[in-house]
């Protein structure tokens, strides 16, 4: 395939569906004095990044995963987290393998005690079964004081 034409199908793959796949490397943090700490980064079925604390709230990361947003995408698409560094807590979902964006996909860390829990994963968007669309690196951090 000449290099104009792969370009082409890489880019009607990229826009295929939903538009634009695009997620961006973040940090997650949350920290408390005495009380519980969790950090989740998630990825929704209607096509959001999103990010989870106990002591912080709750958000989205504009323009990512579908941009633009175009709900019910989660169908043709799946995710693979690899753990790169550190232990996540219970309640994640699972590393090491593709999983169907049909479900809600959410990894995390809480720490309870006096104490510090990271992760770092590296999180892949491919359309079902295909080429990786995007990657981006989400570093997780629960700090209890």
């Not at 698409?77 to 809600?104: D, F, P, R």
């Amino acid at each position: 395939m000449s290099g104009g034409a792969q370009a082409a199908q890489t880019s009607m793959l990229q826009t295929l569906g939903a538009g634009l796949i695009n997620i961006l490397d973040h940090t997650v943090n949350d920290s408390a004095v005495g009380s519980p700490a969790t950090a989740q980064y998630g990825l929704t079925t209607a096509g959001q990044a999103a990010w989870a604390t106990i002591n912080f709230g709750t958000g989205n990361y504009a323009n990512e995963w579908t941009n633009p947003l175009t709900g019910g995408q989660g169908g043709n698409y799946e995710v693979q987290a690899t753990l790169q560094a550190g232990t996540l807590s219970a309640g994640s979902s699972a590393t090491g393998s593709w999983l169907a964006l049909t479900s809600n996909r959410a990894w995390l860390v809480s720490q309870v005690a006096p104490g510090n829990k990271a992760a770092t994963l590296l999180i892949e968007i491919r359309l079902n079964a295909g080429a990786v669309q995007d990657s981006c690196t989400i570093d997780l951090d629960a700090l209890v004081i």
